[in-house]
Nanobody, 125 residues
Framework: QVQLVESGGGLVQAGGSLRLSCAASGRTFSINAVGWFRQAPGKEREFVGF????????YYADSVKGRFTISRDNAKNTVYLQMNSLKPEDTAVYYC??????????????????WGQGTQVTVSS
């Protein structure tokens, strides 16, 4: 079992920055990938990015490329999502997810088995 807790959400003005954290506990040694997803009101949950076991195995959705950065601190069992140049359309509940599987579905909801509770990000114009 893996437990995930997101934190760091809040209200920020357009053009500002925010850093989200995803703290993992339990069988963290088994995790092969951690993904970030977001869901705006009335819309489906969408892929933001993921990081695999290798630091060169990081991918982003086109909508956030060049603005968002995923990193990790293994000593803290934490993955981060640094969000810069935020836009009102980035407003959503942000979720982190993890999987112990070896998969080609890390950019899809079905590629993950463990989910955090979500943290609200609101970008004002």
């Amino acid at each position: 079992q893996v437990q995930l807790v997101e934190s760091g959400g809040g209200l920020v003005q357009a053009g500002g920055s925010l850093r989200l954290s995803c703290a993992a506990s339990g069988r963290t040694f088994s995790i092969n990938a951690v993904g970030w997803f977001r869901q705006a009101p009335g819309k489906e949950r969408e892929f933001v990015g993921f990081i695999g076991r290798s630091d060169n195995d990081i991918y982003y959705a086109d909508s956030v490329k060049g603005r968002f950065t995923i990193s990790r601190d293994n000593a803290k069992n934490t993955v981060y999502l640094q969000m810069n140049s935020l836009k009102p359309e980035d407003t959503a509940v942000y979720y982190c997810a993890a999987t112990a599987r070896f998969s080609t579905m890390y950019n899809q909801l079905r590629g993950y088995d463990y989910w955090g509770q979500g943290t609200q990000v609101t970008v004002s114009s």
